[in-house]
Each structure stands twice: as C-alpha cells, then as structure tokens.
C-alpha cells in the first residue's frame, strides 16, 4: 500500500522539558474519549503508528501512571503535570498524542469523533487500525 504523504508537526507539555514531533497528513482524526481519565484531563486523541512519533527532548522530565491492567502507559511531565502524549492500551504499537498539546498548522484538517471509552471493551478493536503502518 502506498505511504501516505505527511508533513512534521511538533508538541510538547506546559513548560517546556518534554517536547516530541510527529508526522501527520493534512487531515486526521481525533476521538473525544468519555472515559473516567480522559473525561478528568481533557484529553483528545491522536492515534499514530511509533514510526511516526519521535521524542525529541524530555525523556527523563517524563513520570508513568498505569491502571486497571497496566498496558496503556501514561506519561507525564513530572515539571507541569501535562500528559502531552501516551501509549494508550488500544494501540501499544503507537502513540496517542494529545491534540491539544500540537502546534498544529492552519493547513491541517481536524475531523472530530466521539469515542465511548466508558464501554472501552466494547469499541477499542474499532481503534486498532489507527497505529498500523499504513495509518
């Protein structure tokens, strides 16, 4: 399949120590999630493939919450407290950036969907393909 053509996009937390880039295509899609953490911070979801996620300085500013069965890896900046992106359980071959946490360009298209993370058993296969090679 064909490589979709991309443009780096960078982000990072409130103060600064962690900062990451990320290729995008010009429109993506971003899932509202009303689970219990996501509904608390506001988090809005980004899903990439790894490949496409590069930590560009902060790696010791980072802290790791994990819960229920311990596969998502939430990463914070232990400085501000921002969760600017994770490995999130639905997709641990990825990461889930938070759009919030982009300098996104004006030229990026943001298509918004609801995601019910609060019946995550029930929908999270629906993400799956977000972190393939192909996304």
Same mark, same amino acid.
């Given at each position: 399949?064909? #490589?979709?053509?991309?443009?780096?996009? !960078?982000?990072? /937390?409130? +103060?600064?120590?962690?900062? %990451?880039?990320? !290729?995008? *295509?010009?429109?993506?899609?971003v899932q509202h999630c009303n689970?219990?953490?996501?509904?608390?911070?506001? %988090?809005?979801?980004?899903?990439?493939? *790894?490949? !496409?996620? @590069?930590?560009?300085?902060?790696? #010791?500013?980072?802290?790791?919450?994990?819960?229920?069965?311990?596969? *998502? !890896?939430?990463? %914070?900046?232990?400085? +501000?407290?921002?969760?600017?992106?994770?490995?999130? @359980?639905?997709?641990?071959?990825? &990461?889930?950036?938070?759009?919030? /946490?982009?300098?996104?360009? =004006?030229?990026?298209?943001?298509?918004?969907? =609801? &995601?019910?993370?609060?019946?995550?058993?029930?929908?999270? #296969?629906?993400?799956?393909?977000?972190?393939?090679?192909?996304?």
């Amino acid at each position: 399949m064909e #490589e979709v053509e991309t443009i780096k996009v !960078r982000g990072g /937390c409130h +103060c600064g120590k962690v900062a %990451f880039e990320v !290729r995008l *295509a010009s429109s993506i899609t971003v899932q509202h999630c009303n689970c219990s953490i996501c509904s608390m911070v506001g %988090f809005v979801h980004l899903i990439v493939p *790894a490949k !496409r996620f @590069r930590l560009i300085h902060g790696e #010791e500013s980072l802290t790791e919450y994990t819960f229920n069965t311990g596969v *998502a !890896r939430h990463l %914070f900046c232990r400085v +501000c407290g921002v969760k600017s992106f994770y490995v999130p @359980r639905s997709n641990p071959d990825g &990461f889930s950036i938070n759009l919030r /946490c982009l300098v996104l360009p =004006q030229n990026v298209t943001v298509i918004e969907e =609801q &995601f019910d993370g609060r019946n995550w058993e029930l929908h999270a #296969e629906g993400l799956k393909h977000l972190s393939g090679s192909d996304s």
